[in-house]
Structures are given as C-alpha cells and as structure tokens.
Antibody, heavy 121, light 111 residues
C-alpha cells in the first residue's frame, strides 16, 4: 500500500538545522510531488512548500524562503526537508504529503505520520 | 502572506446539515484555487476529504461534499454523524497553483 514513513523526533538548539526524511513506498515515486506541512502545538497546519520529484522544481512559502531546502533521492525514494537557523517557534510536527500529480498542485492524499521537532536551549 | 478565513466554530445536531466556508483575502475563490478540505481529530494528522473543489477521495464518505458558494469554497456535511466532530481546514493554492495557504480552521461540534 502507499506509505510515507518519516524519520524520528528531533531536539535541536536555536540556530541549528534539522533535516527530516520521508520514505515513500507502494507507488512510482517520480509520478507524484511531495508537499511539506508543519503544525505547531495548538495551531492549524502551515503549508511550507513542495517539490516535484519528476523535475526537482521547488516552491517555498515566502515565510521560509532562504531557510528551507526540499530535495529528493530517487534511488532511495526518499524526500527530505531541511530547515536552518532554527528558532523556538519552529517547534512543531512536520508532515510530508504526497501530491496528486507530478508537476502541479491541486491536492494531496497520503500523509506521513509526522516528525516532532523541538527547538530548545 | 495571503489570509484564508474560515468560521472559527460551528455547531450542528446529529443528522443535520452544516456548511463550512473558506474565503480568500485576495477576492472570490474560484476553481483555479483548487480548494482542498481536511478533517483533523486530536493527535492525528490531517485527513484529506476533498480536492480540487468538489472531488472526494476514495475514503471520503458521500455525506461530505465540496462546492463554491457566494465567492467562497464550501464544505457541506449532510446527515452529520457524531464522529464528524473535529477540526476542519481548507487549503487554497495561489500563483498558478504553486503556493498553498491553509485556513485557520473550523471547530465543528456535534451536539
């Protein structure tokens, strides 16, 4: 079955970087994009950006421009999201989600289980 | 940053019908914003319900339907069940469907 399995929880100090992985299985990896969404405690989801696995095109929310990088490794069917210069308000659950198509953005279906990132000194 | 607005809370009786809406700070929502709807219960990831305005996912019960209503995206629940009590979020896509923005969410109470 289609699955996205994310890496485990992380604890980071302010100013550090975190790289979350999202291992895809059960479908043709290059036929779909991957979106990244985060959700801080008690808050709604926040769309961070997406990457086309097909052509490596990325689009990031303005809020994260310059601080986030999304990549994929087709040999291991894994997507990655790296967030740099972490602050305490980056503490959240980070999700990857499969887009419905390879190069356009009109929805997502399968979600990863989430990765909790805690930023604390 | 574009603001997407939802009703903060709604209450509906079991078996009733309720409509949740999703408005864009840039003007009327059209099909070109590809509205998506998600249900979220405590401790769980958001669960996709509707994509591209009206399309249900294979797991979405038929009592959930999406539409455009008065310049907004809308999610209508008909024959509401107790298990529909949850937080609901919409997601709109901007800039030629390249950038997404979530709404603030609607807490639906079934009472």
């Amino acid at each position: 079955q289609v699955q996205l399995v994310q890496s485990g929880a992380e604890v980071k100090k302010p100013g550090a970087s975190v790289k979350v992985s999202c291992k895809a299985s059960g479908y043709s990896f290059t036929n779909y994009g991957i979106s990244w969404v985060r959700q801080a405690p008690g808050q709604g989801p926040e769309w961070m950006g997406w990457i086309s696995v097909y052509n490596d095109n990325t689009n990031y929310a303005q809020k994260f421009q310059g601080r986030v990088t999304m990549t994929t490794d087709t040999s291991t069917t894994t997507a990655y999201m790296e967030l740099r210069s972490l602050r305490s308000d980056d503490s959240a659950v980070y999700y990857c989600a499969r887009q419905l198509t390879a190069v356009t953005n009109y929805g997502v279906d399968v979600w990863g289980q989430g990765t909790t990132v805690t930023v604390s000194s | 940053q574009t603001v997407v607005t939802q009703e903060p809370s709604l209450t509906v009786s079991p078996g009733g019908t309720v409509t949740l809406t999703c408005a864009s700070g840039t003007g009327a929502v059209t099909s070109g914003y590809f509205p998506n709807w998600f249900q979220q219960k405590p401790g769980q990831a958001p669960r996709p319900l509707i994509y591209s305005t009206t399309n249900r996912h294979s797991w979405t019960p038929a009592r959930f339907s999406g539409s455009l209503l008065g310049g907004k995206a809308a999610l209508t629940l008909s024959g509401v069940q107790p298990e529909d009590e949850a937080q609901y979020y919409c997601l709109l896509y901007y800039s030629g469907a390249q950038l997404g923005v979530f709404g603030g969410g609607t807490k639906l109470t079934v009472l």
